[in-house]
């Protein structure tokens, strides 16, 4: 595990923060999700080849994890359900796009926090950079938004203990964490839906032309694929061979102006809490070169459309399986 000594870099990772980026509100649904293409994207991130946020409509992240579980099947990646690629997904036509659970008191035990400020002084302030709400914490654990959840149930449906909701079934296959984990960090991966039975990654790509981690076994084979957002022009992307040296869990983060080109002239350094609204999400995995690492996001529905400081963003539900997969010493490899 990486130590503190390592996180006081991670804070040119902030994801354009100070900018109020990772303090927006979740982009809202504007159509209901289409039954068809939500049990494709489910389908997928249960396989691996995640399409980051579940909203039942398509778009260029579905067509990357369609191209993603193409190469990885042996057939051409076209990134549509064509000929070749509808029995494969049919295979698993009997796992649902939609299911029913039942919110458990813990559900709502938070901590809530309310509304993110934008200041990185007042979120400094707060105990725990946690979920707005339970609506945002639901929405991440089944890999979704919150305004997707309020078209799946209605805006009357109540949240509370004993209530039924219908949500993307990305309920994990296993649950058996290392115990070598931290309890909290166990917690946090099954708050995330994120199976424990990942495969063992040889190498992690970065694609940057097309905006996804490909992880990759020794003979090349692509075993899993995220969308990610990575660098930026004034951040550009660091081509080249580097390799992850450790991961730290629900990290804090120190806030550090001078790495940043957009920072306000009068802000000063803070510490701030872990949780899953902090900049670098729930999880810092850390490469060879400073100030740059793979990490989570405060705001997955921004993944693939907007430019970081450099690093490489997924949501955190892609990051935390990322962890499962990479130990110190793994390649990772960005190319253009």
């Known amino acids: 595990m990486a130590r503190a000594k390592t996180l006081m870099v991670a804070g040119a990772c902030l994801a354009f923060a100070t900018a109020g980026l990772a303090v927006q509100p979740p982009v809202a649904a504007p159509t209901a999700p289409d039954d068809q293409i939500m049990h494709q994207q489910v389908l997928l991130d249960r396989l691996g080849f995640t399409p980051g946020v579940i909203d039942g409509r398509p778009g260029a992240s579905l067509r990357l994890a369609l191209s993603g579980f193409q190469e990885a099947r042996g057939v051409a990646p076209t990134g549509e359900v064509d000929a070749a690629t509808a029995p494969l997904l049919d295979a698993y036509a009997t796992t649902p796009a939609v299911i029913e659970v039942a919110l458990q008191p813990q559900d709502f035990a938070g901590p809530f926090v309310g509304p993110l400020p934008k200041d990185p002084a007042q ?11 339970v609506l945002e914490a639901l929405a991440e654990r089944f890999h979704t938004m919150p305004a997707v959840l309020i078209r799946l149930n209605g805006e009357d449906t109540p949240l509370k203990p004993g209530a039924r909701i219908k949500v993307p079934n990305v309920v994990p296959a296993q649950a058996a964490y290392p115990d070598t984990l931290r309890p909290e960090w166990r917690a946090t991966l099954a708050q995330l839906s994120v199976s424990s039975d990942q495969p063992r990654a040889a190498r992690v790509v970065v694609v940057k032309s097309r905006g996804v981690l490909r992880v990759e076994d020794d003979a090349g084979k ?17 081509i080249g061979t580097w390799k992850i040296q450790g991961t730290s869990y629900l990290p804090e983060y120190h806030y550090n102006p001078k790495l940043f080109w957009d920072a306000k002239g009068t802000d000063k350094k803070q510490l701030l809490q872990p949780g899953p609204n902090a900049p670098v999400g729930v999880v810092w995995m850390d490469l060879n070169k400073a100030h740059y690492g793979i990490h989570g996001t405060p ?18 539900w892609d990051a935390a399986r990322l962890s499962l997969m990479v130990k110190p010493g793994t390649p990772a490899i960005f190319k253009r």
Do not use: W
């Open 123 to 133: 979120q400094a302030k707060l105990p725990a950079m946690g979920y707005a709400n």
């Open 222 to 238: 692509l075993l899993a694929q995220f969308p990610a957002t990575m660098g930026s022009a004034h951040d550009p992307l660091p």
């Open 299 to 316: 705001t997955p529905e921004t993944i693939g459309r907007t430019a970081s400081h450099g690093c490489v963003r997924l949501t955190n």
